[in-house]
């Protein structure tokens, strides 16, 4: 009978030992957080907690990746990372290709850093009747110059359309190809350095929630390690405490300078273009609403857009990409 027993102990001893084992070597738990993200302020602000090593300190493995906005859509709709940093709307484009996710974190809402940018003598929306607007087609740009035009008794057909990646329209307004173009910070501010006598003549301080920047997770991804997730969160919203306390803001804006490659004082203004949710802020475009206020509301007007330009074909279920939990229960 001891024989007997001293044999079940071993099998228990062994069996917890492969249990731990596997726990350690587990592919879920050994691989870090993969986040890809690009060059908006409200993204950037994570260089902070990377550089502070703030992710460590909340006991949570991640590994943050550099991309042109375009590609790190691409890379997560291939499965190449766990979360990608976009727009709302632009979250809802990867989703209706096969890539879903959920926004988990609203960073920031754009306060002036997406504009529309005209040449010399033109001074307001009105003026581009009849006029050239190069902007990439089908994305976020596209979507406030049509607000844009709306609220000035405008339509699509008053203008010609040129589709003109993001990145490359300050160049394309310098050649005159364009009379106007639509970009976010830094194209846009590199569009009036660039052009004489251009100027911002509609910006996304005119429609604040137009455009949210988010933290968007694959299902998978949140389902398997939630309580990691949890942990990011929290070690956001640190960041946003560290970027917005007057005491701190001169360092955090120093480190985010560094990360594009730019002075802090050059940098500095972006950050007033981008107004950077606190949690209690984060919490309120969270709830449920038909307008611009609302996550729900701006996503919605997003999915419409995106139908009528068929970017894609199927209307989205919004509820189904707003996981709201691990911010509403901070």
Not at 46 to 74: H, Q
Not at 194 to 222: F, N, R
């Amino acid at each position: 009978m001891r024989q007997l027993h001293n044999s079940k102990k071993l099998v228990k001893s062994l069996t917890a030992f492969l249990l731990t084992c596997f726990t350690i070597i587990s592919p879920a738990q050994a691989e870090p957080l993969k986040i890809g993200y690009s060059d908006w302020p409200g993204w950037v602000a994570w260089e902070v907690a990377i550089e502070k090593k703030w992710f460590a300190e909340a006991g949570v493995d991640v590994k943050f990746e550099w991309f042109d906005y375009v590609a790190s859509m691409d890379a997560f709709a291939a499965g190449k990372l766990d979360a990608v940093a976009v727009t709302n709307g632009d979250a809802l484009v990867t989703g209706a290709t096969g890539a879903k996710s959920v926004i988990i974190i609203i960073n920031d809402y754009s306060n002036g850093n997406d504009m529309v940018v005209a040449k010399s003598g033109i001074k307001s929306i009105a003026d581009l009747k009849g006029k050239k607007v190069g902007v990439e087609v089908g994305f976020v740009s596209h979507l406030m110059l049509l607000n844009a035009l709306e609220k000035n008794g405008m339509t699509e057909a008053d203008v010609t359309l040129v589709n003109v990646p993001t990145n490359e329209t300050p160049q394309v307004l310098a050649s005159g190809d364009v009379d106007a173009i639509v970009a976010w910070q830094p194209s846009s501010g590199q569009a009036l350095q660039l052009v004489p006598g251009s100027k911002a003549v509609y910006t996304s301080t005119d429609e604040p929630g137009l455009i949210y920047d988010v933290l968007a997770v694959s299902p998978g991804s949140l389902a398997a390690r939630k309580d990691d997730w949890a942990k990011v969160v929290d070690v956001w919203y640190k960041t946003v405490n560290y970027i917005l306390d007057p005491a701190t803001e001169a360092d955090a804006v120093s480190i985010m300078a560094a990360r594009v490659g730019i002075s802090p004082e050059e940098y500095k203004p972006f950050l007033k273009g981008t107004k950077i949710l606190k949690l209690d802020e984060a919490k309120k475009a969270y709830a449920k609403g038909d307008g611009f206020s609302s996550i729900y509301g701006s996503s919605k007007i997003s999915d419409d857009f995106n139908l009528k330009y068929e970017v894609y074909t199927e209307p989205q279920d919004i509820d189904s990409y707003i996981g709201g939990s691990l911010t509403l229960s901070r």
